[in-house]
């Protein structure tokens, strides 16, 4: 199978040395497209600024990208060709409406403001322009109270295929406790997993699509 997997965090630039980001660290889409590219998959890894690197990356295409602007840009280019595609990158959800150049000078002890416009929904438009063969899933990190009512409002209104609902304690970890939620009305929950062992899990399940 052509599977296209985004992973990591984007950095949507201030100035020349400052910018918005998140802490995600990128390694649920490294552990998918490693997991993939070992099963024999056509692997394309589009990774953000992380310090993971695949260890089978001889085996894929990996593409870097920094901001939401860049990952648009490549998703374009290379969605067309993919399968299926999983969206495991951590895109931020705002970005500044101006980008200084140089550095921003401190000028006494005042305070700084920062206008923000939102970063374009990147999930929902991929999944707009997706083809009868071919398939989206997404993943919703939300607080545990509401992890299962707002990753299905998130799968309804992206129109993805399929979502992985996260928990907020999943980021930066190694492990993750899951929830895997179809727009067919499946649901699955395979407990506390490393996210090396989730990522066959997942992708057996994403394949079945």
């Known amino acids: 199978m052509r599977i296209l997997i985004t992973a ?20 649920m889409g490294v552990a998918l497209a490693e997991s993939a590219a070992a099963a024999g998959d056509e692997v394309t890894l589009l990774l953000g ?13 990996m593409y ?5 602007a860049e990952l648009k ?3 374009e280019a290379h969605f067309h060709d993919c399968e299926l595609l999983i969206m495991a990158a951590a895109v931020a959800d705002y970005r500044p409406v101006c980008v200084h150049e140089g550095k ?3 000028e006494g002890a005042g305070t700084m403001r920062i206008e923000l416009q939102p970063t374009p929904d990147l999930v929902a438009l991929m999944a707009s322009r997706k083809r009868a063969n071919q398939r989206v899933v997404a993943f919703a990190l939300e607080e545990k109270a509401h992890l299962e009512e707002r990753a299905a409002e998130k799968m309804r209104r992206k129109g993805v295929d ?4 996260n928990p907020l304690g999943t980021m930066e970890s190694s492990r ?9 009305g499946e649901r699955d929950e395979p407990g506390r997993m490393d996210k090396a062992d989730f990522a066959g899990w997942m992708l057996e399940r ?3 699509l």
């Open 162 to 165: 399929a979502i992985v609902a």
């Open 104 to 106: 921003l000078a401190r």
């Open 8 to 27: 990591g965090p984007t950095r949507e630039p201030i100035d020349a040395v400052r910018f918005i980001s998140n802490r995600s660290s990128g390694r």
């Open 176 to 184: 993750i406790t899951p929830v895997w939620l179809t727009a067919a």
């Open 73 to 75: 840009q490549l998703l």
């Open 64 to 68: 870097q990208f920094n901001s939401s």
């Open 49 to 61: 600024p992380v310090d993971v690197t695949p260890t089978a990356a001889a085996r894929m295409r």
């Open 206 to 208: 994403a394949r079945a």
